[in-house]
């Protein structure tokens, strides 16, 4: 036991690949056998990743979760600012500029309202909770865009560990809901086609929620609807730190 333990330490990122690539069909499988792909594979490996994260902390003392054990400390270099940063300049790279002018002032309009709306009602929701600096409630407000955004922003502007975690919850809550909730609706509003899967992608902005819905839905749609999420996770980490911080440090101070 000594020698594997040893081993792990030492290839911790490799032992952090296989940790996490199998929490990942687990979760699929239970998406397929319990859910039917209603909730996809991705929120209920998110939901575990909390969930062990808490329970690292809890039994360790620590402050990063599972990856306190030495054994899995692979897990904070894996889930670092700088592996997390690099997936996002990597899918923004996979997006054509050819097929998002498609979707017309409809698809362009709908990203940037989807952010402004997402950040005014997270921010709203955190000052009503009693958060009044501006690093928390800008932080909070991108949580309320996407998980990814949240932490992007509160990393940029000096925001408290435990604000980025709320932050994280925010997305989270909306990437499922987005995902459980969009077969439901699909039929009412008319979500059956490639124009009106990239303008609703632009309006809720969470890709996973988004292409885990419209896989529930139809398939032919994740592409679209993805696409344009995509562009709404990059519009958010460009103003979150940027734009909302600054106008939030004109309203509240400091």
Known sequence: MDVISSVMEKNGLLVAFVVVGALMLLSGWLSKTLTRGRLHGSAIAIIFGLALA??????????????????????????GSMLRDFAIVSTAFGVDLKEIRRSGLAGAL?????????FVVGASVAAAFGYRD??????????????????????????SS?????????????????????????????LNNAKSAMAYGGLMGTTSGVAGGLAATDKRLVPYGAMTATFYTGIGCLLGPSVFYVVLRAIVGG
């Open 162 to 190: 435990e604000v980025i975690a709320l932050s994280v919850a925010a997305g989270l809550v909306k990437s499922v809901v987005v995902m459980v909730g969009t077969p439901m609706i699909a039929r009412l509003i008319g």
């Open 54 to 79: 808490y329970w690292g902390g809890a039994a360790t003392g620590g402050e990063k979760g599972v990856a306190d054990f030495a054994v899995f400390s692979g897990l904070a270099l894996m889930g």
């Open 134 to 159: 501006a690093e928390s409630l800008a932080t909070i407000g991108a949580g309320a865009a996407t998980y990814i955004v949240g932490p992007v922003t509160g990393t940029a502007v000096g925001a």
């Open 110 to 118: 709908s990203i940037l309202l989807g952010v402004v709306v997402s």
